[in-house]
Protein backbone atom coordinates (compact mmCIF):
# COMPACT_ATOMS: atom_id res chain seq x y z
CA UNK A 1 0.00 0.00 0.00
CA UNK A 2 0.99 3.23 -0.92
CA UNK A 3 1.94 6.00 1.78
CA UNK A 4 -0.76 8.15 0.58
CA UNK A 5 -3.58 5.52 0.72
CA UNK A 6 -2.29 5.06 4.64
CA UNK A 7 -2.87 8.63 5.13
CA UNK A 8 -6.22 7.98 4.25
CA UNK A 9 -6.83 5.71 6.79
CA UNK A 10 -9.37 6.53 9.33
CA UNK A 11 -8.14 8.06 12.61
CA UNK A 12 -8.34 4.90 15.10
CA UNK A 13 -6.34 3.40 12.81
CA UNK A 14 -4.04 5.76 12.12
CA UNK A 15 -3.62 6.85 16.14
CA UNK A 16 -2.55 3.21 16.39
CA UNK A 17 -0.59 2.31 13.41
CA UNK A 18 0.40 5.65 12.33
CA UNK A 19 1.89 5.73 8.27
CA UNK A 20 5.54 3.66 9.26
CA UNK A 21 5.80 0.33 7.03
CA UNK A 22 4.58 -2.64 8.59
CA UNK A 23 7.06 -4.43 11.24
CA UNK A 24 9.20 -6.99 9.84
CA UNK A 25 9.47 -10.65 12.00
CA UNK A 26 11.00 -10.45 15.46
CA UNK A 27 10.03 -6.59 15.62
CA UNK A 28 8.31 -5.02 18.56
CA UNK A 29 4.71 -4.16 18.33
CA UNK A 30 5.69 -0.98 20.22
CA UNK A 31 8.14 1.16 18.87
CA UNK A 32 10.67 1.91 20.85
CA UNK A 33 11.98 4.63 22.65
CA UNK A 34 15.15 6.34 21.84
CA UNK A 35 16.09 7.73 25.06
CA UNK A 36 19.18 9.05 23.94
CA UNK A 37 20.08 12.88 24.23
CA UNK A 38 23.45 11.97 20.79
CA UNK A 39 23.37 9.71 18.19
CA UNK A 40 26.96 7.94 17.39
CA UNK A 41 27.79 10.64 14.12
CA UNK A 42 32.00 11.03 13.00
CA UNK A 43 31.50 12.88 10.17
CA UNK A 44 28.69 14.54 7.84
CA UNK A 45 28.74 11.23 6.03
CA UNK A 46 26.60 9.45 9.19
CA UNK A 47 23.46 11.43 8.01
CA UNK A 48 21.55 13.78 10.11
CA UNK A 49 20.69 12.09 13.02
CA UNK A 50 23.26 14.20 15.73
CA UNK A 51 20.82 15.19 18.63
CA UNK A 52 17.60 15.29 19.98
CA UNK A 53 17.27 19.17 20.63
CA UNK A 54 17.44 19.20 16.52
CA UNK A 55 14.49 17.16 16.27
CA UNK A 56 15.14 14.11 14.38
CA UNK A 57 15.48 12.07 17.55
CA UNK A 58 13.49 8.65 15.58
CA UNK A 59 10.70 8.67 18.41
CA UNK A 60 10.10 12.18 17.72
CA UNK A 61 10.15 11.73 14.25
CA UNK A 62 7.99 8.42 14.27
CA UNK A 63 5.11 10.61 16.51
CA UNK A 64 5.57 13.58 13.77
CA UNK A 65 4.63 11.15 10.97
CA UNK A 66 1.44 10.08 12.77
CA UNK A 67 0.47 13.35 13.69
CA UNK A 68 0.84 14.73 10.35
CA UNK A 69 -1.04 12.13 8.91
CA UNK A 70 -4.22 12.00 11.60
CA UNK A 71 -4.29 16.06 10.83
CA UNK A 72 -4.43 15.62 7.03
CA UNK A 73 -1.11 17.16 7.14
CA UNK A 74 2.12 17.23 4.78
CA UNK A 75 4.32 16.83 7.86
CA UNK A 76 4.11 17.79 11.42
CA UNK A 77 6.40 18.30 14.46
CA UNK A 78 6.20 17.56 18.26
CA UNK A 79 7.10 19.79 20.95
CA UNK A 80 7.75 20.16 24.95
CA UNK A 81 4.34 22.32 25.09
CA UNK A 82 1.60 23.52 23.56
CA UNK A 83 3.01 27.27 24.01
CA UNK A 84 6.28 25.85 22.41
CA UNK A 85 4.50 24.93 19.59
CA UNK A 86 2.15 28.67 19.55
CA UNK A 87 5.24 30.11 19.89
CA UNK A 88 7.55 28.34 17.61
CA UNK A 89 5.49 28.27 14.62
CA UNK A 90 4.72 32.22 15.36
CA UNK A 91 8.50 32.69 15.24
CA UNK A 92 8.92 30.55 12.19
CA UNK A 93 6.07 32.92 10.09
CA UNK A 94 7.34 36.31 11.34
CA UNK A 95 9.91 38.36 11.57
CA UNK A 96 10.53 42.18 13.33
CA UNK A 97 8.60 44.68 11.20
CA UNK A 98 5.77 42.18 10.13
CA UNK A 99 1.75 42.15 11.65
CA UNK A 100 -0.22 39.32 12.86
CA UNK A 101 -4.38 39.32 12.90
CA UNK A 102 -5.79 37.50 15.73
CA UNK A 103 -9.38 36.69 17.12
CA UNK A 104 -9.52 38.41 20.94
CA UNK A 105 -10.94 34.95 22.01
CA UNK A 106 -7.36 33.17 22.83
CA UNK A 107 -5.81 31.25 25.46
CA UNK A 108 -4.79 33.32 27.79
CA UNK A 109 -0.42 32.44 27.48
CA UNK A 110 -1.48 32.93 23.52
CA UNK A 111 -2.61 36.06 23.16
CA UNK A 112 0.15 37.33 26.18
CA UNK A 113 2.55 36.68 23.50
CA UNK A 114 1.20 38.15 21.02
CA UNK A 115 0.26 41.35 22.90
CA UNK A 116 2.93 41.89 25.14
CA UNK A 117 5.68 39.35 23.97
CA UNK A 118 6.54 39.40 20.33
CA UNK A 119 5.96 43.50 20.02
CA UNK A 120 9.32 43.16 22.10
CA UNK A 121 10.89 41.51 19.16
CA UNK A 122 9.31 43.95 16.52
CA UNK A 123 5.66 42.03 15.57
CA UNK A 124 3.06 43.59 16.25
CA UNK A 125 -0.68 42.97 16.60
CA UNK A 126 -4.27 43.46 15.73
CA UNK A 127 -7.26 41.78 17.81
CA UNK A 128 -10.47 41.25 16.58
CA UNK A 129 -13.43 40.34 18.49
CA UNK A 130 -14.91 37.30 16.26
CA UNK A 131 -18.66 38.95 17.46
CA UNK A 132 -18.26 42.30 16.33
CA UNK A 133 -15.89 41.63 12.62
CA UNK A 134 -13.15 43.65 10.90
CA UNK A 135 -11.00 40.90 10.43
CA UNK A 136 -10.35 42.69 6.47
CA UNK A 137 -9.71 46.73 8.72
CA UNK A 138 -7.83 45.08 10.83
CA UNK A 139 -5.35 43.56 7.79
CA UNK A 140 -2.21 45.34 7.11
CA UNK A 141 0.37 44.97 4.31
CA UNK A 142 2.67 43.53 6.33
CA UNK A 143 0.57 40.93 8.00
CA UNK A 144 1.55 37.40 7.69
CA UNK A 145 -0.27 35.44 9.91
CA UNK A 146 -4.45 35.38 10.74
CA UNK A 147 -4.33 33.23 14.41
CA UNK A 148 -7.43 31.95 15.60
CA UNK A 149 -8.49 29.29 18.20
CA UNK A 150 -11.68 26.64 16.58
CA UNK A 151 -13.78 26.54 19.50
CA UNK A 152 -12.72 29.21 22.29
CA UNK A 153 -11.99 28.64 25.72
CA UNK A 154 -14.57 28.50 27.91
CA UNK A 155 -17.81 29.76 25.78
CA UNK A 156 -17.37 27.33 23.47
CA UNK A 157 -18.12 29.75 20.39
CA UNK A 158 -17.19 28.39 16.82
CA UNK A 159 -15.66 30.83 14.67
CA UNK A 160 -16.36 29.93 11.06
CA UNK A 161 -12.90 29.43 8.93
CA UNK A 162 -13.56 30.13 5.50
CA UNK A 163 -14.00 33.30 5.27
CA UNK A 164 -11.13 34.39 7.51
CA UNK A 165 -9.17 31.65 5.16
CA UNK A 166 -10.50 33.72 1.93
CA UNK A 167 -9.25 36.88 3.18
CA UNK A 168 -6.28 35.61 4.39
CA UNK A 169 -5.02 34.00 0.90
CA UNK A 170 -6.35 37.12 -1.03
CA UNK A 171 -3.70 39.36 0.92
CA UNK A 172 -0.73 36.50 0.98
CA UNK A 173 -1.31 35.93 4.75
CA UNK A 174 -1.43 32.10 6.40
CA UNK A 175 -4.06 31.39 9.00
CA UNK A 176 -2.98 29.11 12.28
CA UNK A 177 -5.28 27.80 14.02
CA UNK A 178 -5.03 26.55 17.52
CA UNK A 179 -7.62 23.15 17.51
CA UNK A 180 -6.95 22.09 20.84
CA UNK A 181 -10.50 21.75 22.70
CA UNK A 182 -11.79 19.99 18.86
CA UNK A 183 -8.91 17.20 18.53
CA UNK A 184 -8.14 16.36 15.10
CA UNK A 185 -10.52 13.63 15.74
CA UNK A 186 -13.49 16.12 15.91
CA UNK A 187 -12.14 18.70 13.88
CA UNK A 188 -10.14 18.33 10.11
CA UNK A 189 -8.95 22.37 10.53
CA UNK A 190 -6.35 21.78 7.77
CA UNK A 191 -9.57 20.63 5.39
CA UNK A 192 -11.35 23.96 5.62
CA UNK A 193 -8.01 25.60 3.79
CA UNK A 194 -6.71 26.49 7.12
CA UNK A 195 -2.50 26.29 6.94
CA UNK A 196 -1.09 25.20 10.02
CA UNK A 197 -3.20 23.69 13.05
CA UNK A 198 -1.61 23.80 16.67
CA UNK A 199 -2.50 21.50 19.38
CA UNK A 200 -1.84 21.35 22.88
CA UNK A 201 -1.31 17.68 22.84
CA UNK A 202 -1.19 18.07 27.13
CA UNK A 203 -4.78 17.52 26.54
CA UNK A 204 -6.91 14.85 24.32
CA UNK A 205 -3.57 13.95 21.96
CA UNK A 206 -2.19 12.63 26.07
CA UNK A 207 -5.43 12.54 27.65
CA UNK A 208 -4.09 11.32 30.89
CA UNK A 209 -2.76 14.41 32.34
CA UNK A 210 0.15 12.93 32.79
CA UNK A 211 2.70 14.50 30.09
CA UNK A 212 3.35 18.12 28.80
CA UNK A 213 3.52 18.26 24.41
CA UNK A 214 2.22 20.37 21.68
CA UNK A 215 2.39 19.55 18.15
CA UNK A 216 1.91 21.75 14.97
CA UNK A 217 1.12 20.64 11.55
CA UNK A 218 1.25 22.18 8.45
CA UNK A 219 3.11 22.03 4.64
CA UNK A 220 6.53 20.43 4.69
CA UNK A 221 8.66 23.77 4.28
CA UNK A 222 6.80 25.55 7.10
CA UNK A 223 7.22 22.81 9.19
CA UNK A 224 11.26 22.83 8.83
CA UNK A 225 11.08 26.43 9.85
CA UNK A 226 9.51 25.24 12.89
CA UNK A 227 11.94 22.32 13.71
CA UNK A 228 14.69 25.21 12.97
CA UNK A 229 13.07 27.81 15.16
CA UNK A 230 12.56 24.55 18.13
CA UNK A 231 16.56 23.87 17.43
CA UNK A 232 17.14 27.67 18.22
CA UNK A 233 15.59 28.23 21.23
CA UNK A 234 15.36 24.70 22.36
CA UNK A 235 11.62 23.36 23.69
CA UNK A 236 12.39 19.80 21.64
CA UNK A 237 10.05 17.07 23.05
CA UNK A 238 12.14 14.43 25.33
CA UNK A 239 11.54 11.16 23.82
CA UNK A 240 10.01 9.43 26.92
CA UNK A 241 7.32 11.72 26.74
CA UNK A 242 7.28 11.60 22.94
CA UNK A 243 6.67 7.88 23.67
CA UNK A 244 3.68 8.24 26.31
CA UNK A 245 2.33 10.78 23.80
CA UNK A 246 2.30 8.06 21.07
CA UNK A 247 0.72 5.43 23.76
CA UNK A 248 -1.90 8.59 24.14
CA UNK A 249 -2.91 8.85 20.72
CA UNK A 250 -3.47 4.92 20.20
CA UNK A 251 -6.53 5.65 22.17
CA UNK A 252 -7.56 8.99 21.03
CA UNK A 253 -10.49 7.98 18.57
CA UNK A 254 -11.95 5.81 21.15
CA UNK A 255 -11.89 8.26 24.16
CA UNK A 256 -13.06 11.23 21.90
CA UNK A 257 -16.05 9.30 20.97
CA UNK A 258 -16.39 8.71 24.08
CA UNK A 259 -15.74 11.89 25.88
CA UNK A 260 -18.20 13.33 22.89
CA UNK A 261 -21.16 11.19 24.45
CA UNK A 262 -20.61 11.75 27.91
CA UNK A 263 -20.85 15.90 27.30
CA UNK A 264 -23.81 15.99 25.33
CA UNK A 265 -25.65 13.73 28.35
CA UNK A 266 -23.92 15.69 31.12
CA UNK A 267 -24.73 19.34 29.14
CA UNK A 268 -28.67 17.96 28.34
CA UNK A 269 -28.83 17.27 31.94
CA UNK A 270 -27.67 20.32 33.18
CA UNK A 271 -29.87 21.92 30.82
CA UNK A 272 -33.00 20.78 32.63
CA UNK A 273 -31.58 21.66 35.66
CA UNK A 274 -32.96 24.79 37.72
CA UNK A 275 -29.71 25.72 39.41
CA UNK A 276 -28.15 26.20 35.74
CA UNK A 277 -29.00 29.57 34.36
CA UNK A 278 -27.15 28.80 30.97
CA UNK A 279 -25.84 25.71 29.78
CA UNK A 280 -23.10 25.88 26.91
CA UNK A 281 -22.17 23.33 24.60
CA UNK A 282 -21.96 23.35 20.46
CA UNK A 283 -23.92 19.84 20.68
CA UNK A 284 -27.14 21.77 22.35
CA UNK A 285 -29.61 23.30 19.72
CA UNK A 286 -29.34 26.46 22.13
CA UNK A 287 -25.68 27.25 21.36
CA UNK A 288 -25.28 29.81 18.93
CA UNK A 289 -22.95 28.63 16.93
CA UNK A 290 -24.56 24.79 16.72
CA UNK A 291 -25.33 24.98 13.01
CA UNK A 292 -21.83 25.96 12.58
CA UNK A 293 -20.65 23.48 15.11
CA UNK A 294 -22.36 19.72 12.83
CA UNK A 295 -20.77 21.15 9.62
CA UNK A 296 -17.43 21.52 11.06
CA UNK A 297 -16.91 18.80 13.44
CA UNK A 298 -17.74 15.35 13.75
CA UNK A 299 -18.24 15.29 17.49
CA UNK A 300 -19.15 18.20 19.52
CA UNK A 301 -15.86 17.59 22.31
CA UNK A 302 -15.75 17.19 26.00
CA UNK A 303 -16.07 20.34 26.98
CA UNK A 304 -18.88 22.19 29.02
CA UNK A 305 -19.83 25.32 30.39
CA UNK A 306 -22.46 25.70 32.86
CA UNK A 307 -23.25 28.90 34.53
CA UNK A 308 -24.70 28.19 37.98
CA UNK A 309 -27.52 30.85 39.13
CA UNK A 310 -26.47 31.31 42.20
CA UNK A 311 -23.35 33.01 40.93
CA UNK A 312 -19.46 32.73 42.12
CA UNK A 313 -20.94 31.33 45.58
CA UNK A 314 -22.57 28.37 44.10
CA UNK A 315 -19.86 27.26 41.90
CA UNK A 316 -17.42 27.64 44.96
CA UNK A 317 -20.13 25.57 46.85
CA UNK A 318 -20.22 23.05 43.85
CA UNK A 319 -16.72 22.85 43.40
CA UNK A 320 -15.79 22.00 46.96
CA UNK A 321 -18.94 19.28 47.04
CA UNK A 322 -17.11 17.08 44.20
CA UNK A 323 -16.72 13.49 45.18
CA UNK A 324 -15.34 12.49 42.18
CA UNK A 325 -14.85 14.87 39.44
CA UNK A 326 -11.66 17.12 40.55
CA UNK A 327 -11.11 20.65 40.99
CA UNK A 328 -8.04 21.42 38.56
CA UNK A 329 -7.47 23.48 35.33
CA UNK A 330 -6.09 21.68 32.71
CA UNK A 331 -8.71 19.36 30.08
CA UNK A 332 -8.80 16.33 27.98
CA UNK A 333 -7.88 14.04 30.50
CA UNK A 334 -9.35 10.62 31.08
CA UNK A 335 -10.88 11.66 34.59
CA UNK A 336 -13.40 14.66 34.68
CA UNK A 337 -11.98 18.08 35.70
CA UNK A 338 -13.99 21.27 36.60
CA UNK A 339 -12.56 24.72 36.99
CA UNK A 340 -13.76 28.06 37.13
CA UNK A 341 -12.21 30.25 34.72
CA UNK A 342 -12.73 33.23 37.16
CA UNK A 343 -9.89 31.92 39.07
CA UNK A 344 -7.90 30.56 36.33
CA UNK A 345 -8.20 31.78 32.48
CA UNK A 346 -9.46 34.84 33.06
CA UNK A 347 -8.74 35.97 36.53
CA UNK A 348 -6.67 39.06 35.23
CA UNK A 349 -9.95 40.32 34.30
CA UNK A 350 -13.22 42.28 36.59
CA UNK A 351 -16.31 40.30 37.28
CA UNK A 352 -17.71 43.14 34.83
CA UNK A 353 -15.20 42.51 32.12
CA UNK A 354 -15.92 39.12 32.46
CA UNK A 355 -19.35 39.17 32.18
CA UNK A 356 -19.03 41.23 28.99
CA UNK A 357 -17.27 38.45 27.52
CA UNK A 358 -19.38 35.49 28.28
CA UNK A 359 -18.03 34.35 31.43
CA UNK A 360 -20.39 35.92 34.20
CA UNK A 361 -19.48 34.51 38.00
CA UNK A 362 -20.93 30.99 38.23
CA UNK A 363 -19.64 29.67 35.08
CA UNK A 364 -18.14 26.49 35.88
CA UNK A 365 -16.13 24.71 33.35
CA UNK A 366 -16.21 20.66 32.85
CA UNK A 367 -13.57 19.07 30.92
CA UNK A 368 -15.96 15.71 30.93
CA UNK A 369 -14.24 12.43 31.23
CA UNK A 370 -14.86 9.03 29.95
CA UNK A 371 -16.03 7.47 32.80
CA UNK A 372 -19.64 6.02 33.39
CA UNK A 373 -21.67 9.08 32.98
CA UNK A 374 -24.72 8.03 35.56
CA UNK A 375 -21.85 8.40 38.23
CA UNK A 376 -20.68 11.46 37.12
CA UNK A 377 -24.06 13.02 37.21
CA UNK A 378 -24.57 11.59 40.63
CA UNK A 379 -21.81 13.50 41.70
CA UNK A 380 -23.50 16.63 40.23
CA UNK A 381 -26.04 16.58 41.11
CA UNK A 382 -25.11 15.41 45.09
CA UNK A 383 -22.66 18.59 44.56
CA UNK A 384 -25.65 20.82 43.63
CA UNK A 385 -27.70 19.74 46.73
C1 LIG B 1 -6.43 26.09 23.82
C2 LIG B 1 -5.07 25.95 24.43
N1 LIG B 1 -4.00 26.19 23.67
C3 LIG B 1 -2.74 26.08 24.18
C4 LIG B 1 -2.52 25.73 25.49
C5 LIG B 1 -1.12 25.63 26.02
O1 LIG B 1 -0.76 24.30 26.14
P1 LIG B 1 0.40 23.77 27.11
O2 LIG B 1 -0.09 23.95 28.50
O3 LIG B 1 0.56 22.36 26.67
O4 LIG B 1 1.60 24.61 26.83
C6 LIG B 1 -3.62 25.46 26.32
C7 LIG B 1 -3.42 25.10 27.74
O5 LIG B 1 -4.34 25.04 28.52
C8 LIG B 1 -4.93 25.58 25.77
O6 LIG B 1 -6.01 25.35 26.53
Known sequence: MTDENKRRRGPATLGVHGVDPHPPAGAPVVPPIAQSATFYWASPSDGDLRYTRYGNNPTQLQLGRKLAALEGAEAAVALGSGMAATAMALLAAVESGDHVVASSRLYGATYALLADELPRRGVQTTFVDPDR??????????????????????????????????????????????????????????????????????????????????????????????????????????????????????????????????????????????????????????????????????????????VLGGGGEAADRFMRRLELAMAAPSLGGVETLVSQPRWTSHVGLTSEERERVGIPDGFVRFSVGVEDVEDLIADFEQALG
Open 133 to 306: GGWEEAMRESTRVVFVEIPTNPTLRVLDPCPVVSLARSRGAIVMCDATFASPVNFRALSTGIDVVIQSATKYLGGHSDLIAGSVAGPCDFIERVVHMAHLYGPALDPHTGYLLDRGIRTLEARIRRHNENALTVAQWFEGRPEAERTIYPGLASHPDHALARELFSGFGGMVGV
